[in-house]
Every structure is written in structure tokens, then in C-alpha cells.
């Protein structure tokens, strides 16, 4: 099943990571049966992914994220939520984020 | 994030993969083990040959309440250089450990407690497991591995020493 991230939902950094910033990138490492693989499983992300993993806080919407993006980098907002989508897809897939749901 | 690997040491050879740097390590494996996991990672180096070996996958594991105790292998930060070391307990006295790496001629010295990461709780090579005594599951074959391998380096270089004077012997002509 491939998992969509979508515009308008709030996610949030899963419980099950460590995350840490190292040397100007974003180091993710998921912790799998309480283990946090670095041989198989470890993430890395780079300034623009950086940028997004800080806005991440479980409150925003992906199209807000993006909007601020957009407002930092001068860059369309349509093209930057398309970047921040394809990238929110994965971290959904690796289990890194999850969605938070509303109530 | 390509940088030079752990336990890294001069003249070595190098991964081409993704790989972290001493420093980087040291410290995802203290914020993986704040949250009581272990850390899973690939070694580098010559300094526990053969029950380590350069690019085997080894898991580090916090130490909670256990004291190390000879023959655990422990990884922790040298107290001198910005590295982190994979050795041997050869003996343990209150909160500091004397570490020696099985395939090294010199000893760490005495490792202050403060300085161990965590204890090497598997090891595996080629995608699989090695044996590898577990402190949760003593046993007698386990503390008799234990203590051999600190004394494998020097059984190692008489095999080798007596096995080319066996081949010189046996060449034609001498």
C-alpha cells in the first residue's frame, strides 16, 4: 500500500526516533524492537529537509509548512508543497512521522 | 554526512557507503540509549580481530545497572582523543575498567566509568549473527570464550610463526 501524505493534515515526529542535529544536517535514526539501526535504517536530511523537520511540530498543516517555506526560500508554493509531500511520503512510509489526527 | 568511520584508525581501509564519523556515533548512541534502545552500527578497524572485524555489524547496548565486568567488550570515548574504541575488559576495578583491543599490542590503560558508551551485546558478519556471549544468557561455553579471545593475538602469531618455518622446512632443495 503506498502511503500519500496530504496538504492539508498535521503530522508529527514519531515517538519511535531519535532525531538529532549534527554537523548541519538532520541525523534520524528509528528505533525498530528497541533497536536504533544505523546499518539499515538511518536518515539523513539536508538544509531544505531541515528547514521542514523544524517546522514539524504537530500543529501545522502541510500547506501552512509549505507556505512558510515558500515565504523563506522565494520560491512558488506549489512547487515547494509538491517537494514537501514527496518528502513527507517517505518519512510516513519509514514510520519517522506520524499523522496527528483531530478530534 | 560521508565522513571518516568510527573506531577509525590510520591507514585503514574505507567504506564507500553512508558513513558516520566517531563523534556522530558517540552521540546517537548516547541519545538512542536515553531512550533505553540499543544502537546498531558498522565497525571499522583491526583492533578486535578476529572476534571483531573491520565492517562486521555490531549492537551496543546501554549498561542500566550491569558493571562491566573482564572479557564484556565495551565501546566507549577515549579519554584522550575525540575517537570511540571497541575493546576488551581485561580487568575491573571500582568504576574504572583497564581495555585492551584483542588484535592491539598496547593496552587503552584504565577507562574511567564515565567514559563507557555501552556493552557489545552482538556482533554480525556477512548478515549473520556470530556467537557472541550474552550476559543474559551465561553460560560455560560463554565465559570459556571469554576467556580465550584475549589470548588469541599471541597463540595466533606462534601458530603462524611455526606454520612458514614448517613451509621453509618442506621446500625442495633445502
Not at chain 2, 551496543?60 to 575493546?87: I, T
Not at chain 2, 571500582?94 to 592491539?104: L, M, P, S, T
Amino acid at each position: 500500500m503506498k502511503l500519500t501524505a496530504k496538504a492539508g493534515a498535521v503530522y508529527a515526529p514519531s515517538g519511535d526516533i531519535v532525531a538529532r542535529e549534527i554537523e548541519g544536517e538532520i541525523i534520524i535514526v528509528p528505533l525498530t524492537a528497541g533497536i536504533g539501526d544505523a546499518e539499515d535504517d538511518l536518515f539523513s536530511l539536508n538544509e531544505t529537509g531541515r528547514a521542514f523537520w523544524k517546522l514539524l511540530d504537530g500543529k501545522k498543516t502541510l500547506a501552512q509548512i509549505a507556505r512558510t517555506l515558500a515565504e523563506k526560500y522565494d520560491a512558488p508554493p506549489a512547487r515547494i508543497e509538491k517537494d514537501i509531500l514527496g518528502l513527507a511520503a517517505e518519512l510516513l512510509k519509514r514510520r519517522i512521522i506520524n499523522e496527528k489526527k483531530s478530534f | 554526512m560521508k565522513k571518516n568511520p568510527s573506531e577509525a584508525e590510520p591507514g585503514e581501509d574505507r567504506d564507500e557507503g553512508f558513513s558516520l564519523s566517531a563523534p556522530v556515533i558517540m552521540e546517537l548512541i548516547e541519545a538512542v540509549h536515553e531512550k533505553g534502545a540499543s544502537f546498531r552500527f558498522k565497525a571499522k578497524g583491526y583492533s578486535m580481530t578476529p572476534a571483531i572485524r573491520s565492517n562486521d555489524v555490531i549492537t551496543v547496548s546501554p549498561l542500566n545497572d550491569m558493571m562491566p565486568r573482564r572479557g564484556d567488550v565495551l565501546a566507549f570515548r577515549h579519554p584522550e582523543r575525540p575517537q570511540m574504541l571497541v575493546h576488551r575488559v581485561l580487568h575491573a576495578m571500582a568504576r574504572k575498567y583497564f581495555i585492551k583491543g584483542d588484535n592491539c599490542p598496547e593496552a587503552d590503560g584504565w577507562i574511567p566509568a564515565e567514559n563507557i558508551l555501552g556493552l557489545i551485546t552482538k556482533v554480525e558478519r556477512q548478515g549473520k549473527a556470530r556467537f557472541w556471549p550474552n550476559r543474559s544468557a551465561p553460560s560455560f561455553g560463554s565465559n570459556y570464550y571469554l576467556l580465550f579471545y584475549p589470548l588469541w593475538p599471541p597463540v595466533r602469531r606462534v601458530l603462524v610463526k611455526a606454520w612458514r618455518r614448517l613451509r621453509q622446512a618442506s621446500k625442495p632443495g633445502k
